[in-house]
């Protein structure tokens, strides 16, 4: 089935630097990758939705300068968090809607990340 | 807009015993539901859909859930849980009408007890 592999798996960074996540559909082409963030305990927050070739589309409240947002191909999103600050620390999951039919999505493994 | 709800924060359950987990929803459209597990620092793991046809949806490890129009519910249910079964289940939505974005419920944490 699609997989999505998302890395790194856990990253700790000093606070006020900058943390790339990548999310890559191996073995199918995903137009649209979402990006969700998730707190302890707490659902999963859509942050933004990204399209291949053009602009992220970022949910209310998300600064898109902060969390940037790269789709540059059919196999790759990246999210930049940019000046890293201590709560930006969460759990980040990537997802992309594989094209099998409606409602087929598939979710990375998430990335723990820890701003000291 | 759309919206899900969990309502239990925690399911106990005896190993053995049948499993369900709740889940009620709000679209304007038509809905497509979703049932995912989370494991501990993992991603969601997809258990099961409802897009269109039989009501009673079965999926992954034994799972399956009955879509209610009439009720806007979607429970998820095993008729015999295991210990393995012990993890984070999410419930969501999509708007068959509005775009492909999902919203979650807030999550139900699931304890089986040997």
């Known amino acids: 089935g699609a997989v999505v592999s998302q890395h790194p798996s856990r990253v700790i960074c000093k606070s006020g630097t900058s943390v790339k996540i990548e999310c890559r559909s191996l073995?199918?082409?995903?137009?649209?990758m979402f990006w969700y963030r998730q707190f302890p305990k707490q659902s999963l927050m859509l942050m933004a939705t990204s399209n291949e070739g053009s602009k992220a589309t970022y949910e209310q409240g998300v600064e898109k300068d902060k969390f940037l947002i790269n789709h540059a191909s059919l196999t790759l999103s990246t999210l930049t968090v940019t000046s890293a600050h201590p709560e930006d620390s969460s759990f980040y999951i990537c997802?992309?809607?594989?094209?099998?039919?409606?409602?087929?999505?598939?979710f990375g493994s998430g990335t723990r990340l820890t701003v000291v | 807009a759309q919206s899900v709800a969990q309502p239990e924060d925690q399911v106990n359950v005896a190993e053995g015993n049948p499993l369900t987990v709740k889940c009620t929803y709000s679209?304007?459209?038509?809905?497509?539901l979703f049932w995912y597990v989370q494991y501990p620092n993992r991603g969601l793991q997809f258990l099961l859909k409802y897009i269109t046809g039989d009501n009673l949806v079965k999926g992954s490890y034994g799972f399956e859930a009955e879509f209610n129009k009439s009720q806007t519910s979607f429970h998820l249910k095993k008729p015999s849980a295991l210990v393995s079964d012990s993890a984070l289940y999410f419930c969501a939505v999509r708007d068959a009408a509005a775009g492909n974005k999902l919203t979650f419920g807030g999550g139900t944490r699931v304890l089986v007890k040997p």
């Open positions: 073995d199918f082409q995903a137009t649209t």
């Open positions: 679209v304007s459209g038509n809905p497509y």
């Open positions: 997802s992309a809607k594989t094209g099998q039919g409606e409602g087929s999505y598939t």
